[in-house]
């Protein structure tokens, strides 16, 4: 069974600060990888994914990259903001003949405060 | 844009009583999911449709939970009885295989349960 990990658990930072966020997972045989934010008590928006065959995706001040042998990666926050407060999961995905099901971590929830 | 809509978004209930949940994927997206989030932890998955069809419930405790999807289109998620233990979030999602490289899910606000 697919098992995600996302290091550290809580991360509080000052503002303008540069973040890595770990994720690693112990089957490489995966579909894709997503990066989610979630806000308190809502639902989850994605953020970055990145295919298997990719090894880095950017979006704004947002960088994720994948190396999938060693089942690991990471999203890079440049330049943190207070309005990036919020829960972030890393999530995979295996396929079979339709869209695959998604394999969760804990996430990693971070504070940034002016 | 389009989105997921769930409903009810707060639900407070006693145990042993019923619930049911209500979900109302994207136009078009065949693939739905539910997943249960209890706090601190990630989503996890509790049963996949295609279409009409469940395609993955290994996770779903069939003895008091039972999901549904007649049309193909909106889903409903019961829970009856509900236990202590069921007080989590409920989320629905919904996707489609893309005609290139992105493929997502797309995720509904949720259903907040507690049972007291």
């Known amino acids: 069974k697919q098992e995600v990990t996302q290091i550290p658990a809580a991360l509080s930072v000052p503002e303008g600060e540069n973040l890595v966020l770990n994720c690693s997972f112990t089957?490489?045989?995966?579909?894709?990888l997503q990066w989610f934010r979630q806000d308190p008590g809502k639902g989850l928006t994605s953020l970055l994914l990145?295919?298997?065959?990719?090894r880095e995706q950017t979006s704004g001040r947002l960088n994720a990259s994948l190396d999938k042998s060693s089942g690991r990666s990471t999203l890079y926050i440049a330049a943190s903001q207070p309005g990036d407060s919020a829960t972030y999961l890393c999530?995979?995905?295996?396929?079979?003949?339709?869209?695959?099901?998604?394999?969760f971590g804990r996430g990693t929830q971070l504070t940034v405060w002016p | 844009e389009a989105e997921v809509a769930q409903s009810p978004r707060y639900k407070i209930t006693e145990k042993s009583q019923a619930v049911a949940f209500w979900c109302d994927p994207i136009?078009?997206?065949?693939?739905l999911y539910w997943y249960r989030q209890i706090l601190g932890q990630g989503p996890e998955l509790l049963v996949q449709?295609?279409?009409?069809?469940?395609?993955?419930d290994s996770q779903l405790p069939k003895d008091r939970f039972s999901a549904e999807r007649l049309k193909g289109v909106d889903s409903t998620l019961k829970i009856q009885p509900a236990e202590l233990g069921d007080s989590a979030m409920y989320l629905c999602?919904?996707?489609?295989?893309?005609?290139?490289?992105?493929?997502?899910?797309?995720f509904g606000p949720g259903t907040r349960l507690l049972v007291l």
């Open positions: 089957d490489s045989a995966i579909y894709n």
């Open positions: 136009s078009g997206h065949a693939t």
């Open positions: 990145i295919q298997s065959s990719q």
């Open positions: 999530a995979v995905s295996d396929r079979g003949s339709t869209l695959g099901r998604l394999y």
């Open positions: 449709f295609q279409d009409e069809s469940v395609v993955d």
């Open positions: 999602a919904s996707g489609t295989v893309g005609t290139g490289d992105q493929e997502t899910q797309y």
